[in-house]
């Protein structure tokens, strides 16, 4: 197990010093109610007063209930300032908008929310001098689970380094409230969904075999294929000319 103390300790520097370098005034992150956008609220509420979190709601019901009510408590608790946008309009608009060009795949529209929520964080941090914080970890980067220039997209990310098992240690050692420890990690594009049901793979063994290359067949065919299948979205574009 990491030394928790001395990872905060590093974790508010490297913030404090990307605030520095951007001569930025304050950090913006999305507060989704999950254990990455927990921690990362409370490494840069310790590294600077100035943060805020903004919960964005997106059509899906748990949005509205045990999402943001768990989001409201991780920024009650550390006192971080919230604002709350509901982004379920512009994402029926422009679904309306698009199905006069084309027939929208399942894939697609789960990106739309991800997507709309990354504009929504830089048009307000744009607006008021802030970096916009990253909240996805390892364990996800790996398998490629999170949506290019969605989620994926930010100024900086103090856990990038972390997996989904030492998110869930690093909050335990926080304290922060158990509603967000114990939840299963859900992306919460839809009723029901969790991250480990569209993987069809636990956190604990991607976590294994990122730290120790070992699985059983089954978790090693499955982590392999997502790891392969989104190897684009971990280089940077192609450009002709590099």
Same mark, same amino acid.
């Given at each position: 197990?990491?030394?928790?103390?001395?990872?905060?300790?590093?974790?508010?520097?490297?913030?404090?010093?990307?605030?520095?370098?951007?001569?930025?005034?304050?950090?913006?992150?999305?507060?989704?109610?999950?254990?990455?956008?927990?921690?990362?609220?409370?490494?840069? =509420?310790?590294?600077?007063?100035?943060?805020?979190?903004?919960?964005?709601?997106?059509?899906?019901?748990?949005?509205?209930?045990?999402?943001?009510?768990? +989001?409201?408590?991780?920024?009650?608790?550390?006192?971080?300032?919230?604002?709350?946008?509901?982004?379920?309009?512009?994402?029926?608009?422009?679904?309306?908008?698009?199905?006069?060009?084309?027939?929208?795949?399942?894939?697609?529209? +789960?990106?739309?929310?991800?997507?709309?929520?990354?504009?929504?964080?830089?048009?307000?941090?744009?607006?008021?001098?802030?970096?916009?914080?990253?909240?996805?970890?390892?364990?996800?980067?790996?398998?490629?689970?999170?949506? =290019?220039?969605?989620?994926?997209?930010?100024?900086?990310?103090?856990?990038?380094?972390?997996?989904?098992?030492?998110?869930?240690?690093?909050?335990?050692?926080?304290?922060?409230?158990?509603?967000?420890?114990?939840?299963?990690?859900?992306?919460?594009?839809?009723?029901?969904?969790?991250?480990?049901?569209?993987?069809?793979?636990?956190?604990?063994?991607?976590?294994?075999?990122?730290?120790?290359?070992?699985?059983?067949?089954?978790?090693?065919?499955?982590?392999?294929?997502?790891?392969?299948?989104?190897?684009?979205?971990?280089?940077?574009?192609?450009?002709?000319?590099?």
């Amino acid at each position: 197990m990491r030394n928790y103390a001395e990872e905060t300790e590093k974790r508010v520097q490297f913030i404090r010093q990307a605030l520095s370098e951007a001569h930025a005034d304050g950090i913006l992150f999305g507060n989704s109610g999950g254990k990455d956008s927990a921690l990362v609220g409370i490494l840069c =509420k310790m590294a600077c007063e100035n943060t805020e979190g903004i919960i964005m709601p997106c059509s899906s019901k748990r949005n509205f209930t045990i999402d943001r009510d768990d +989001g409201m408590e991780v920024a009650d608790q550390f006192q971080i300032k919230t604002r709350l946008v509901d982004l379920t309009a512009q994402k029926e608009l422009l679904m309306q908008t698009l199905s006069g060009v084309a027939e929208l795949n399942d894939a697609a529209i +789960g990106n739309l929310a991800p997507r709309l929520r990354m504009i929504t964080l830089y048009a307000v941090a744009a607006s008021e001098n802030r970096l916009v914080a990253g909240t996805g970890n390892a364990s996800e980067f790996y398998m490629g689970y999170f949506t =290019k220039w969605g989620d994926g997209a930010y100024d900086l990310n103090p856990i990038a380094d972390l997996t989904a098992t030492e998110v869930f240690e690093f909050l335990r050692y926080l304290k922060a409230p158990e509603s967000i420890i114990t939840k299963a990690p859900s992306a919460g594009l839809f009723e029901g969904q969790t991250d480990e049901d569209d993987m069809g793979v636990t956190y604990a063994a991607i976590d294994q075999y990122i730290r120790t290359g070992e699985a059983n067949e089954q978790d090693k065919d499955i982590i392999d294929r997502y790891h392969s299948r989104s190897e684009h979205k971990r280089r940077q574009a192609k450009r002709y000319g590099d």
